[in-house]
C-alpha cells in the first residue's frame, strides 16, 4: 500500500497569504444600537458629545456652603438653616449656585434643628470639594478607536460620552454547506451506513465566536446537480462560502471538481493535518473553503482558515490563546513535515503542569474534542520525549483545570 504524500504542500502561513492575495474582502458599516453593539467591532474613531458634569459637582457625600463664610475660619454654624447656609451635596451631585465649596458629611454633622457641626479641622477655600465642569469627561475627548472590539466597560464609557447609535463593521455572512449522503442531522440515531453531522454546530458557532453571521445549510447528498444549487445560492447571498466534505480525491468527493469549474483554485492540500486535503479557492470575487469532513480536521481548519478570513473581512487581529508551559506525560511522535494539532488535557502537578495527548485514531475523538488544551507542531518537529517541557494553548480557563 502507498503512503500518503506529505511533500511540496504550502504551510498555513503560506497558504494564506496567497489566500489573500487572491481576493480582497468588501467589508461595510451598519448602526446599531449601544446595547447591540457588544461584541461588534468599531467603524470608526468615537468621541464624546457629553462635558461632564455638566456644571461643578460634588466629590462627594456632604453639604455645599459658601465658601466666604469661611474667610476668617470657622464660622458660628450654631443658627445655620439648611438652604441658606448650606444645602446637601452627594457625590457627583449638582446645587444651587450660591454655594461653592462642599464638606464631607464625615466632618459635618446636621442637628435635629438643622444647625451644623463642624469638626476643627475643616478647612473650606472656594471650588474645595468641588469637581469642575468637565473633570470627568469634555466634548470632543476621544473614547475608541476604530476596529475595537466593543466590550462592557467600552459601552460605559460610550454612553458617558453619549453615543447611542454605533456605527460597527458589518458581520460578514459565511455560508456553510455539509455534504455527505451517510450524514444525518444531530438528534438523529444513525443506522448502518450513517454518521452524525456534527460539523454543522461545531463550525456554526466557531464563526459566531470568530465574529461571523452564520448561514448553515440543510445537508446535500453527494449529488453533483444538488451540490452546484446549493453553491449558487450560498455565493449569491454570502461573503465567503465553506463547503465541508468532499475535499479530497475520492470517488464521490464531488466538492473538488465542482469548484475547480466553478472558480480559481488557489491551494488544495496544505501542510496541516488532521485536514491536509483543506482547499482554497475564490468564486465571484469571494473566498471559497472545501473543508474536510472529518471533526477534529474541519475544527483545525477552522482554527487556522475560517478565523483568518473572518479576521480580515472584519479588519482586526486573529485572537491569541493564552499558553501555559507543561511537561509532556508520555513520549509521542509527529509527522515532521506538517503542522500536527494534538487536542490534549493539562492537570496541575506539585512542579508545575503536565500534559497528556489525545488520538483521534485510537478511538479517543470524543476525549479529544472535550479536551482543555491543544498544541499545534511547528513543521520540522519530529515529536518530543516524556518530561519534555512543551507550551500548550489552554481551551478553558486556568482556573478549571484539575489536580493530577
Same mark, same amino acid.
Not at 44 to 67: C, E, H, Q
Not at 191 to 217: C, W, Y
Not at 377 to 392: K, R
Given at each position: 500500500?502507498?503512503?500518503?504524500? =506529505?511533500?511540496?504542500?504550502?504551510?498555513?502561513?503560506?497558504?494564506?497569504?496567497?489566500?489573500?492575495?487572491? &481576493?480582497?474582502?468588501?467589508?461595510?458599516?451598519?448602526?446599531?444600537?449601544?446595547?447591540?453593539?457588544?461584541?461588534?467591532?468599531?467603524?470608526?474613531?468615537?468621541?464624546?458629545?457629553?462635558?461632564?458634569?455638566?456644571?461643578?459637582?460634588?466629590?462627594?457625600?456632604?453639604?455645599?456652603?459658601?465658601?466666604?463664610?469661611?474667610?476668617?475660619g470657622l464660622p458660628d454654624t450654631s443658627a445655620w438653616k439648611r438652604g441658606i447656609d448650606y444645602v446637601r451635596a452627594d457625590t457627583g451631585d449638582d446645587f444651587p449656585d450660591e454655594?461653592?465649596?462642599?464638606?464631607?458629611?464625615?466632618?459635618?454633622?446636621?442637628?435635629?434643628?438643622?444647625?451644623?457641626?463642624?469638626?476643627?479641622? #475643616?478647612?473650606?477655600?472656594?471650588?474645595?470639594?468641588?469637581?469642575?465642569?468637565?473633570?470627568?469627561?469634555?466634548?470632543?475627548?476621544?473614547?475608541?478607536?476604530?476596529? +475595537?472590539?466593543?466590550?462592557?466597560?467600552?459601552?460605559?464609557?460610550?454612553?458617558?460620552?453619549?453615543?447611542?447609535?454605533?456605527?460597527?463593521?458589518?458581520?460578514?455572512?459565511?455560508?456553510?454547506?455539509?455534504?455527505?449522503?451517510?450524514?444525518?442531522?444531530?438528534?438523529?440515531?444513525?443506522?448502518?451506513?450513517?454518521?452524525?453531522?456534527?460539523?454543522?454546530? =461545531?463550525?456554526? !458557532? =466557531?464563526?459566531?465566536?470568530?465574529? %461571523?453571521?452564520?448561514?448553515?445549510?440543510?445537508?446535500? !447528498?453527494?449529488?453533483?446537480?444538488?451540490?452546484?444549487?446549493?453553491?449558487?445560492?450560498?455565493?449569491?447571498?454570502?461573503?465567503?462560502?465553506?463547503?465541508?466534505?468532499?475535499?479530497?480525491?475520492?470517488?464521490?468527493?464531488?466538492n473538488v471538481r465542482m469548484i475547480e469549474k466553478r472558480g480559481t483554485v488557489v491551494h488544495h492540500y496544505i501542510a496541516a493535518v488532521p485536514g491536509r486535503p483543506l482547499m482554497m479557492?475564490?468564486?465571484?470575487?469571494?473566498?471559497?473553503?472545501?473543508?474536510?469532513?472529518?471533526?477534529?480536521?474541519?475544527?483545525?481548519?477552522?482554527? &487556522?482558515?475560517?478565523?483568518?478570513?473572518? +479576521?480580515?473581512?472584519?479588519?482586526?487581529?486573529? $485572537?491569541?490563546?493564552?499558553?501555559?508551559?507543561?511537561?509532556?506525560?508520555?513520549?509521542?511522535?509527529?509527522?515532521?513535515? =506538517? %503542522?500536527?494539532?494534538?487536542?490534549?488535557?493539562?492537570?496541575?502537578?506539585?512542579?508545575?503542569?503536565? #500534559?497528556?495527548? !489525545?488520538?483521534?485514531?485510537?478511538?479517543?475523538?470524543?476525549?479529544?474534542?472535550?479536551?482543555?488544551?491543544? $498544541?499545534?507542531?511547528?513543521?520540522?518537529? %519530529?515529536? &518530543?520525549?516524556?518530561?519534555?517541557?512543551?507550551? #500548550?494553548?489552554?481551551?478553558?480557563?486556568?482556573?478549571?483545570?484539575?489536580?493530577?
Open positions: 500500500m502507498g503512503e500518503k504524500i =506529505m511533500d511540496g504542500f504550502p504551510s498555513r502561513e503560506e497558504a494564506l497569504a496567497d489566500f489573500f492575495e487572491a &481576493w480582497e474582502p468588501q467589508g461595510a458599516t451598519e448602526l446599531v444600537t449601544l446595547d447591540e453593539s457588544i461584541g461588534r467591532v468599531l467603524a470608526r474613531d468615537m468621541v464624546s458629545t457629553n462635558t461632564l458634569p455638566v456644571v461643578r459637582a460634588s466629590s462627594f457625600d456632604g453639604i455645599a456652603v459658601k465658601s466666604a463664610a469661611f474667610k476668617d454655594f461653592d465649596a462642599v464638606i464631607m458629611i464625615e466632618k459635618a454633622a446636621i442637628q435635629p434643628d438643622e444647625s451644623v457641626i463642624l469638626d476643627d479641622d #475643616v478647612e473650606v477655600e472656594p471650588g474645595s470639594g468641588v469637581r469642575p465642569a468637565g473633570s470627568t469627561l469634555k466634548a470632543g475627548t476621544p473614547l475608541l478607536s476604530a476596529g +475595537a472590539v466593543i466590550r462592557p466597560t467600552d459601552l460605559a464609557a460610550l454612553a458617558m460620552g453619549g453615543a447611542t447609535m454605533v456605527p460597527v463593521r458589518r458581520k460578514p455572512r459565511i455560508a456553510f454547506i455539509p455534504t455527505g449522503s451517510e450524514l444525518v442531522a444531530a438528534g438523529t440515531k444513525p443506522r448502518r451506513g450513517q454518521n452524525v453531522d456534527t460539523n454543522s454546530l =461545531m463550525v456554526k !458557532h =466557531m464563526l459566531i465566536e470568530f465574529g %461571523a453571521e452564520p448561514i448553515v445549510f440543510p445537508i446535500v !447528498h453527494d449529488d453533483p446537480a444538488e451540490l452546484e444549487r446549493a453553491f449558487e445560492e450560498a455565493l449569491a447571498v454570502a461573503d465567503a462560502v465553506v463547503i465541508n466534505g468532499g475535499s479530497a480525491i475520492g470517488e464521490e468527493d464531488f479557492a475564490v468564486a465571484d470575487g469571494k473566498p471559497v473553503v472545501d473543508l474536510p469532513g472529518p471533526t477534529l480536521a474541519a475544527y483545525y481548519g477552522c482554527e &487556522w482558515c475560517l478565523q483568518a478570513i473572518t +479576521a480580515r473581512i472584519l479588519g482586526i487581529p486573529r $485572537r491569541l490563546r493564552p499558553t501555559v508551559t507543561a511537561k509532556a506525560s508520555a513520549t509521542s511522535g509527529s509527522v515532521p513535515k =506538517m %503542522a500536527n494539532i494534538g487536542r490534549c488535557d493539562l492537570f496541575r502537578t506539585e512542579d508545575g503542569y503536565e #500534559v497528556r495527548f !489525545h488520538n483521534f485514531k485510537a478511538g479517543e475523538l470524543a476525549e479529544c474534542m472535550v479536551s482543555n488544551a491543544q $498544541r499545534i507542531s511547528p513543521i520540522g518537529e %519530529a515529536g &518530543w520525549q516524556e518530561g519534555d517541557l512543551l507550551e #500548550v494553548e489552554l481551551l478553558r480557563g486556568e482556573e478549571f483545570i484539575e489536580e493530577a
